[in-house]
T-cell receptor, first 114, second 114 residues
Framework: AQSVAQPEDQVNVAEGNPLTVKCTYS??????LFWYVQYPNRGLQFLLK??????LVKGSYGFEAEFNKSQTSFHLKKPSALVSDSALYFC????????????FGPGTRLSVLP | NAGVTQTPKFQVLKTGQSMTLQCAQD?????MYWYRQDPGMGLRLIYY???????DKGEVPNGYNVSRLNKREFSLRLESAAPSQTSVYFC?????????????FGQGTRLTVV
């Protein structure tokens, strides 16, 4: 079975400081990993994904994520947070087996304080 | 470029009433999904359609039915709404679920059952 954990319901960070939103996963086989962001009253927007290759993945809006196979983690990072980054962030995983569905984590609310 | 369009955006139903949520995508995607989003639970898959003419149950299908009307459209029907179905519903599409591509989401339907 596949599962995703986002251990923090809420992350607060000051504008200009680095931010990290944590994600750990469990999957049978190799993982495909995704990060999405949801702004209020909007759908989910794709940020970045890890499929294979370099463990550091760069995505939209200056975000990046690091895949760590030994720790089964895929933490989202940004060197300098903006107030406009405040939103709900979802990590998702699916196995590389044929026909698997996405499994989403519960979400982490990021608040960037001016 | 519309992407994934859901209608309606908001709906209030009385217990026992029925309704259909509509979803259409203009990206020529094969796979489409219906999710529900509840606080602290992330997104849970209700039904999916791997390709035109096929539908399958997801994690929480009870109380719902779906129709893949054609390649563009995938509707979700509540035959007899219950308060437990109060949620935000998202439709998503993906090029082909055989491949590790990201999904694209609609803006959601906020449904309240009283």
């Amino acid at each position: 079975a596949q599962s995703v954990a986002q251990p923090e319901d809420q992350v607060n960070v000051a504008e200009g400081n680095p931010l990290t939103v944590k994600c750990t996963y469990s999957v049978s086989g190799n993982p495909y990993l995704f990060w999405y962001v949801q702004y209020p009253n909007r759908g989910l927007q794709f940020l970045l994904k890890y499929i294979t290759g370099d463990n550091l993945v760069k995505g939209s809006y200056g975000f990046e994520a690091e895949f760590n196979k030994s720790q089964t983690s895929f933490h989202l990072k940004k060197p300098s947070a903006l107030v406009s980054d405040s939103a709900l962030y979802f990590c998702a995983v699916r196995a590389d087996n044929y026909g698997q569905n996405f499994v989403f984590g519960p979400g982490t609310r990021l608040s960037v304080l001016p | 470029n519309a992407g994934v369009t859901q209608t309606p955006k908001f709906q209030v139903l009385k217990t026992g009433q029925s309704m259909t949520l509509q979803c259409a995508q203009d990206m020529n995607h094969n796979s489409m999904y219906w999710y529900r989003q509840d606080p602290g639970m992330g997104l849970r898959l209700i039904y999916y359609s791997a390709s035109e003419g096929t539908t399958d149950k997801g994690e929480v299908p009870n109380g719902y039915n779906v129709s893949r009307l054609n390649k563009r459209e995938f509707s979700l029907r509540l035959e007899s709404a219950a308060p437990s179905q109060t949620s935000v519903y998202f439709c998503a599409s993906q090029g082909d679920r055989s491949f590790p591509t990201e999904a694209f989401f609609g803006q959601g339907t906020r449904l309240t059952v009283v």
